[in-house]
């Protein structure tokens, strides 16, 4: 079992930064495999990024996003710049046994999504 605790999710103008966190519990980081994904309304929830022995993003967030992870604290995180209003959407960890995939349907552990508004 895994549990997920995300953080960070906030207001910021277009072009600003935010950095999620998402802390884990429960195995081991090593055999684990960390995703973010990203739902807003109307619209179904989408693949962000994912971590495991490599990392993967969608192509909306290539080169603004960054997805790292620090195994000494079960953490994984989303640096998100250059921010744009269709960036805004509640922002989901999601969990799973190596390695990653960009299919939510794949993923049987989730937080319970931090929210990221982006004004113009």
């Known amino acids: 079992q895994v549990q997920l605790l995300e953080s960070g999710g906030g207001l910021v103008q277009a072009g600003g930064s935010l950095r999620l966190s998402c802390a884990a519990s429960?195995?081991?980081?090593?055999?684990?495999?960390m995703g973010w994904f990203r739902q807003a309304p109307g619209k179904e929830r989408e693949f962000v990024a994912g971590i495991s022995w490599s990392t993967a993003y969608a192509d909306s967030v290539k080169d603004r996003f960054i997805i790292s992870r620090d195994n000494a604290k079960n953490t994984v995180y989303l640096q998100m710049n250059s921010l744009k209003p269709e960036d805004t959407a509640l922002y989901y960890c999601a969990a799973r046994r190596v390695p990653h995939t960009i299919f939510a349907a794949e993923y049987p552990y989730w937080g319970q999504g931090t929210q990221v508004t982006v004004s113009s």
């Open positions: 429960g195995r081991s980081s090593s055999s684990v495999a």
